[in-house]
Structure formats: C-alpha cells, structure tokens
C-alpha cells in the first residue's frame, strides 16, 4: 500500500511538473516593422516607408524561439518637428519585395526590384502602380543601383556602378534606359547627382593631407557643386561633435542632404550646405 501511495506520489509531482512546464509556453506577437527615410517634400514634411512585420515569439522555459511574418510595406508622410502622421498609405502586397525607394518629385516615389528590373511608382495621397521594366541598352548596372535622382527633361539617373558601366540614364515616357561606361568629368569623386532647375548638381566626401595632430593627419568633409562651376566644401572641423578625419559617404535626400547625421539644406543660390536639422 505505502509502495502504491508513493508511486501516486512520483506520478503527481510529474504531472504538475509537466503543466508547471507547459504553463511557461506561451505565445506572444509583437510588432518588429522597419522603416527608412525616403526623402522630404517640404521643410517639415519627411517620407518613410516601412517594411511592416508581425514577430512571433514562444516563451520556453529554457529561452525562446521568435519568426517574422511579412505583412507588406506602406508609405508615410511625417512631420519631423512633431513626428505626427499626415498621411498613410495602403500596404503593398506581403510578397512584394522592392530593392530602391527614391522622391523624383514631392508627390512621387519611384520603387526599383533589382531581380527583374521593374519600376514602380507610389504617388504620394494617392496609388501604387507598376511601370513594368523598360528596355536597357548600353552597358548594365541593373545589380548595382542605389538611387534614383531626378535628371530634368522626364529623365532620371541611376546612380551606382559595376566595373563596366558607370552609369545609366532613363527616359521616363519612352520607358528606355542607356548605359554609359565612363562617369562623365563632372561625376568624377561625387557619391550623389541630380537636376535642379536645369544644373546639374554633386555632393561627395573630400580630405586633404595636413598634420593636425599626432592622431590626426587628414582633415575631412563633404562637398558640393554644380555643373556651372561653382561650389564649396564643409569640413568636419566646421561641425560641432564630428571627428576630424571621419571620412563618410554623402547622400541626397530631396532638397537635404545628410553627412555625419546632419541634414543640410542646399542653398541653390550660393551653393553651400546649410545646417538646418
């Protein structure tokens, strides 16, 4: 009878081990989206889209195990002064899976898929719609782009370059891209281009070698100009926290441009980069 009684006993305490152990099995779901700044369309209104993911964890008692479920991606327009939400848009659908997102305007945003070289285009307020992929000819950077600028004249550039093609230029109502080998001299050192107004503007990193100190022996910056010759260049040593010889890339952002975490407004008038948040 004693040996039954503690046998009861054994399989009890495993039971309520068991449901102890079952107790901390539990499923939670969380939101783990993604968002990028696309560019601006005014001084205060700022674009993102967002890859919008529902996380999925189980609590186990010994850690847990989480996966991702793609739901699709939105645009939004934002107010960066008080980050509120003046518009949204519909999500795409959760398969779609798109490589660049650049403004070629205030109201449109251009999507590339590198994998089959189509265009889509999101209008801001709006629609999603897809362009399809236009005819290349030339050389191909297809694999290799990074941005979409605004060209002038319903055209855009394709910046980013293989060993072979240094660039690509689209006509946006013949829906026809050509490939050129060689940047043109102007290009040369830039990281970003685009159209304003009928110029052509650049922004890049720069240094120069001078001895400062014993840990520091080039000064950099970033620079701008444009194709009618002028221009200028901000050093580090002109921005409050930046290390001296940091040397980073330039990009544009649809009337800002961002270096070191600083967005700067172009003046298009003096040409220079004007801190402005």
Same mark, same amino acid.
């Given at each position: 009878?004693?040996?039954?009684?503690?046998?009861?006993?054994?399989?009890?305490?495993?039971?309520?081990?068991?449901?102890?152990?079952?107790?901390?099995?539990?499923?939670? $779901?969380?939101?783990?989206?993604?968002?990028?700044?696309?560019? @601006?369309?005014?001084?205060?209104?700022? $674009?993102?889209?967002?890859? &919008?993911?529902?996380?999925?964890?189980?609590?186990?008692?010994? =850690?847990?195990?989480?996966?991702?479920?793609?739901?699709?991606? *939105?645009?939004?327009?934002?107010?960066?002064?008080?980050?509120?939400?003046?518009?949204?848009?519909?999500?795409? %659908?959760?398969? %779609? /899976? @798109? %490589?660049?997102?650049?403004?070629?305007?205030?109201?449109?945003?251009?999507?590339?898929?590198?994998?089959?070289?189509? *265009? /889509?285009k999101w209008t801001i307020g709006e629609n999603f &719609?897809?362009?399809?992929? @236009?005819? !290349?000819?030339?050389?191909?950077? +297809? &694999?290799?782009?990074?941005?979409?600028?605004? !060209?002038?004249?319903?055209? !855009?550039?394709? $910046?980013?370059?293989?060993?072979?093609? =240094?660039?690509?230029?689209?006509?946006?109502?013949?829906?026809?891209?050509?490939?050129?080998?060689?940047?043109? %001299? /102007?290009?040369?050192?830039?990281?970003?281009?685009?159209?304003?107004?009928?110029?052509?503007?650049?922004?890049?990193?720069?240094?120069?070698?001078?001895?400062m100190s014993y840990y520091e022996r080039f000064l950099? =910056?970033?620079?701008?100009?444009?194709?009618?010759?002028?221009?200028?260049?901000?050093?580090?040593? +002109?921005?409050?926290?930046?290390?001296?010889?940091?040397?980073?890339?330039?990009?544009?952002?649809?009337? /800002?441009?961002?270096?070191?975490?600083?967005?700067?407004?172009?003046?298009?008038?003096?040409?220079?980069?004007?801190?402005?948040?």
């Amino acid at each position: 009878m004693m040996v039954e009684i503690r046998r009861l006993r054994v399989v009890a305490l495993a039971v309520l081990a068991c449901v102890c152990m079952w107790g901390c099995w539990n499923e939670s $779901v969380g939101d783990a989206s993604r968002g990028k700044l696309i560019g @601006f369309i005014s001084d205060s209104l700022a $674009v993102y889209v967002t890859d &919008e993911i529902e996380e999925t964890c189980i609590h186990k008692p010994l =850690g847990e195990e989480c996966s991702d479920k793609d739901m699709g991606l *939105f645009l939004s327009v934002e107010n960066f002064y008080t980050n509120n939400v003046v518009w949204k848009s519909w999500r795409t %659908d959760k398969m %779609d /899976f @798109f %490589d660049v997102y650049d403004l070629v305007d205030d109201s449109t945003v251009i999507v590339f898929r590198k994998s089959d070289g189509s *265009f /889509f285009k999101w209008t801001i307020g709006e629609n999603f &719609e897809k362009l399809g992929a @236009f005819s !290349w000819s030339g050389c191909n950077t +297809q &694999e290799k782009i990074k941005s979409i600028r605004i !060209w002038g004249d319903g055209k !855009w550039r394709l $910046v980013g370059s293989t060993e072979n093609c =240094g660039y690509a230029i689209v006509d946006v109502k013949r829906k026809e891209i050509m490939g050129y080998e060689k940047l043109d %001299d /102007f290009a040369e050192g830039c990281s970003d281009l685009w159209v304003h107004e009928g110029v052509e503007y650049c922004v890049g990193a720069v240094k120069k070698d001078t001895v400062m100190s014993y840990y520091e022996r080039f000064l950099a =910056g970033a620079f701008v100009k444009n194709s009618d010759g002028m221009g200028d260049t901000l050093w580090n040593n +002109q921005i409050e926290g930046a290390s001296l010889n940091s040397y980073h890339a330039v990009e544009y952002k649809n009337s /800002f441009v961002c270096y070191l975490g600083h967005y700067y407004k172009v003046d298009y008038e003096a040409v220079k980069m004007v801190f402005d948040h």
